[in-house]
């Protein structure tokens, strides 16, 4: 079956604007969440999904937001672009129940912003 | 203090080697523990996961947790080249709940031919 699929794979933007990143997860798996990688700080949750209500949420700025649709796709927006939000964005996807605690990653998104 | 502590390396390591990989975390309450492994340019992909306190193996793959002393450990047997990557524990946020993972920094692993 298909994997968790990230779109755009890359994307430049610059300083002040805004961006939004799409996350489709596994068929069947409702809870999705989101992390940011970089170099210094490794791989930070930024929040989590399930049933269109976020669960979680990690210790980012209000300027990232996300959300999740009735599909369970979801998209996270990042607004006014700082130089530090450069980084890979991971989503990732759950099942449901106590077999399937492995959350499944996509590819990310890489954010360059200048 | 970070809830999960890993050594970044790099770890350079010897063909056929047997590697040992390793976290500390804080939060007595946690209960699953993950093992995750990522290439270049790649996501995370899930290795292996254990509950609780023992050890879980899978092929050349053993994950040993100690609860008492809050350390979580990956050994990998007859280490090959391909195994090079950065290999990440995590632990879910709720004890297991759909809450998110929290992350170690993950060890950069090198496997010389």
């Known amino acids: 079956k298909a994997g968790v699929t990230q779109t755009p794979r890359y994307l430049i933007k610059t300083r002040g604007q805004q961006v939004t990143l799409s996350c489709s997860p596994i068929?069947?798996?409702?809870?999705v969440s989101w992390y940011q990688q970089t170099p210094g700080q490794g791989l930070q949750f930024l929040f989590e999904y399930f049933s269109e209500t976020q669960r979680n949420k990690g210790n980012f700025p209000g300027r990232f937001s996300g959300r999740q649709f009735s599909n369970s796709r979801s998209e996270m927006n990042v607004s006014t672009l700082e130089l530090g939000d450069s980084a890979l964005y991971l989503c990732?996807?759950?099942?449901?129940?106590?077999?399937?605690?492995?959350?499944?990653f996509g590819s990310g998104t890489r954010l360059t912003v200048v | 203090q970070k809830e999960v502590e890993q050594d970044p390396g790099p770890l350079s390591v010897p063909e056929g080697a047997i590697v040992s990989l390793n976290c500390t975390y804080s939060n007595s309450a946690f209960q699953y523990f993950m093992w995750y492994r990522q290439y270049s340019r790649k996501g995370p992909e899930l290795l292996m996961y254990?509950?609780?306190?023992g050890n879980k193996e899978d092929g050349r793959f053993t994950a040993q947790v100690d609860k008492s002393s809050k350390y979580i450990s990956l050994f990998i047997r007859d280490s090959q080249p391909s195994d090079s990557a950065t290999y990440l524990c995590?632990?879910?946020?709720?004890?297991?709940?759909?809450?998110?993972?929290?992350f170690g920094k993950g060890t950069h692993l090198i496997i010389q031919p």
């Open positions: 990732a996807s759950r099942g449901a129940g106590l077999a399937n605690y492995g959350y499944t």
């Open positions: 995590a632990i879910p946020y709720s004890g297991g709940g759909a809450d998110g993972l929290t």
């Open positions: 068929s069947g798996h409702r809870s």
């Open positions: 254990t509950y609780s306190s």
